[in-house]
């Protein structure tokens, strides 16, 4: 079975410093994607970013990026010049693709607090 | 945003009442899925649709049942509601390679 583990449940940093969240997965899987998803306190999933395992080249959007490192089976993620809009929950999730349909494995949650 | 729409968004019910929340979308997508979200385990999947009248379990499906009678809408059924039940639950739907959530519903049985 798939698993999804963030081993920091809340991290707390001042605006425009720099952040790492946390993820490790576990799968027997050689082709899958990683995700990141952020939670505002609205409650929306809103999609972060996309990692595809096939690529060697970590993905990036914006000021945020992922250490994708496939070996270890960990995938954090980058947060450069933080906002105080990125206060939230993030999640990693990984999928799996089953008869055609995506399931979403997710990880505990890391609350992130941006202090002014 | 995709056209994803959930109803009701908040519901307080009985312990032991049926209970019905509705996901529906506007972008003839083929996959829906329904998910719950709990403090420390963050999203867990429920069921899923892979076509009308097509589904299958996922991870947490004991206690619930679905049903898509229509492309747009992916019922999600309490038979009998219990405390435990008390969630988040999201609805989402997929095409290619990315997911999109629903707005969520807030069930509280008491």
């Known amino acids: 079975a798939q698993t999804v583990t963030q081993s920091q449940p809340e991290m707390s940093v001042q605006e425009a410093e720099t952040v790492t969240l946390s993820c490790t997965y576990d799968?027997?899987?050689?082709?899958?994607?990683l995700f990141w998803y952020k939670q505002p306190p609205s409650r929306q999933m809103i999609l972060v970013i996309r990692q595809e395992a096939y690529k060697q080249q970590n993905a990036t959007e914006n000021r945020f990026s992922v250490n994708f490192q496939k070996a270890a089976k960990s995938f954090s993620l980058k947060i450069s010049d933080s906002q105080l809009g990125d206060t939230a929950m993030y999640f990693c999730?990984?999928?799996?693709?089953?008869?055609?349909?995506?399931?979403?494995?997710f990880g505990q949650g890391t609350r992130l607090t941006i202090n002014p | 945003d995709a056209g994803i729409t959930q109803s009701p968004r908040h519901k307080v019910t009985e312990t032991g009442t049926p209970v019905t929340l509705r996901c529906h979308q506007t972008e003839n997508h083929r996959y829906m899925y329904w998910y719950r979200q709990d403090p420390g385990h963050g999203l867990r999947l429920i069921h899923y649709s892979y076509g009308v009248k097509d589904t299958d379990k996922g991870e947490v499906s004991d206690g619930y049942s679905v049903s898509r009678s229509k492309t747009e809408d992916f019922l999600l059924t309490l038979e009998s509601a219990t405390s435990s039940q008390t969630s988040v639950y999201f609805c989402?739907?997929?095409?290619?390679?990315?997911?999109?959530f629903g707005p969520g519903t807030r069930l509280t049985v008491t």
């Open positions: 989402a739907i997929s095409e290619v390679a990315e997911q999109y």
């Open positions: 799968t027997s899987e050689s082709n899958y994607y």
């Open positions: 999730a990984f999928e799996v693709i089953i008869q055609g349909a995506q399931k979403l494995v």
